[in-house]
Nanobody, 118 residues
């Protein structure tokens, strides 16, 4: 069993910054892809950023230059540094990890709310 715990969400003014963290625990041999997704009210969940085990990163166009994804393999954690936040970044943010254990499985975190006021 694998558990993901997210933290770091909150309320921030436009132009501000937040750092999200996602910690994985449980039966984990290694973690391949680590990513962040978000879902705004009335909208579909969308990819924000992903990082591979080799460190290759991919970002949604809407966050390029403002958000940075990083990982700490020893701590089994993934981070999302969000700068220059905009009201349209308001959403529930979820981490998603591809975990290699007895099988290779994708797991979702429970989500953390990010609200950006104008």
């Amino acid at each position: 069993q694998v558990q993901l715990v997210e933290s770091g969400g909150g309320l921030v003014q436009a132009g501000g910054s937040l750092r999200l963290s996602c910690a994985a625990s449980g039966s984990i041999f290694s973690i391949n892809v680590m990513g962040w997704y978000r879902q705004a009210p009335g909208k579909q969940r969308e990819l924000v950023a992903v990082i591979t085990s080799g460190g290759t990163t991919t970002y949604a166009d809407s966050v390029k230059g403002r958000f940075t994804i990083s990982r700490d393999n020893g701590k089994k954690m993934v981070y999302l540094q969000m700068n220059a936040l905009k009201p349209e970044d308001t959403a529930v943010y979820y981490c998603r990890l591809q975990v290699v254990g007895t099988t290779t499985t994708w797991y979702w975190g429970q989500g953390t709310q990010v609200t950006v006021s104008s």
